[in-house]
């Protein structure tokens, strides 16, 4: 489960019952998800396994596995891995995708609720999911389920300056025309301005590991008009709008990449990974 940013210049509120609310709506259409949304590139787990240990052998507890896009990776490199997922839909796609991996397990359970099991994990994996769990909970209840010396790794993504620029400044009045609580003349901002500190300050003030370590890749992907259209229509904020603004947004957009981008727009992603080691 999760998202990278899917735009710039939305504020969202940090209050729970805001979280809570668009953590659920990724469950409302699991199969278009699992479609639509690009997965991590294979330095990924190359670093997972250099920096966290996530190897063959290895038992992973994955946070928020959405439908499984970390997690069929992971079981092919033959890592043992329970998954746990709160939305049933996605749970349920996961599973069929996992099928012929006898060693990975997908959970239907809030990780916030679900009761840790008596042998502890070399590492928990959450891959663009931290941000949905309770920040009461989180680090401290990773830590309770990971062995000593086993690592937390916590997977960022956001989209930054790059790619189709253009597009992405005047898709800005789209936004702006559809959703009041854009803030206009926001721009994806440069991964060299990205932060860290507040993950890293997160884990750090738990006491319970050790300094954080990060590596960081950019991605460009390319979209049709189509593709672009599915993935937006997978984030929680444009399933959050009402029914006829979304649509008037997502034909704006569309409309403007056939128009003035020959039904083609490149979009850059940071993929950020965050290893730390539990003391």
């Keep these: 489960m999760g998202e990278a940013t899917a735009r710039p210049g939305r504020d969202d509120s940090p209050e729970e019952s805001r979280r809570e609310r668009l953590r659920r709506t990724f469950d409302e259409d699991a199969e278009l998800y699992d479609r639509a949304r690009p997965g991590y590139p294979e330095v990924l787990y190359d670093d997972l396994a250099a920096f966290a240990g996530v190897r063959p052998g290895a038992r992973v507890l994955e946070i928020g596995c959405g439908t499984g896009q970390a997690t069929v990776p992971l079981a092919g490199r033959g890592c043992r891995v329970t998954a746990v997922e709160a939305g049933p839909a996605m749970a ?13 397990e997908v959970v239907t359970a809030a990780f916030e609720e679900w009761p840790l099991p008596a042998e502890p994990f070399d590492a928990v994996l959450a891959a663009t999911s931290f941000h949905w769990v309770d920040p009461v909970v989180r680090v401290p209840k990773a830590a309770d389920a990971l ?8 997977v960022r993504t956001q989209h930054v300056a790059g790619g189709t620029e253009g597009f992405f400044v005047e898709v800005q009045r789209c936004y702006e025309r559809f959703d009041p609580r854009t803030r206009p003349g926001t721009r994806p901002p440069a991964a060299a301005d990205v932060g860290n500190a507040d993950h890293a300050e997160e884990v ?3 006491g319970r590991f050790g300094p954080t370590v990060f590596r960081r890749h950019e991605r460009d992907l390319t979209y049709s008009t189509a593709e672009y259209l599915d993935v937006l229509r997978t984030y929680s904020g444009h399933r959050a709008l009402p029914e006829a603004a979304r649509r008037g947004l997502l034909a704006a957009v569309g409309e403007l990449i056939d128009g003035r981008y020959e039904g083609r727009v490149t979009k850059r992603y940071l993929i950020e990974l965050g290893i730390s080691r539990r003391r």
């Design 92 to 104: 349920a796609v996961a599973r069929r995708r996992l099928a012929g991996a006898p060693d990975a």
């Design 204 to 206: 750090a003030r738990s």
């Design 147 to 154: 062995r000593p010396g086993g690592a937390l790794a916590v």
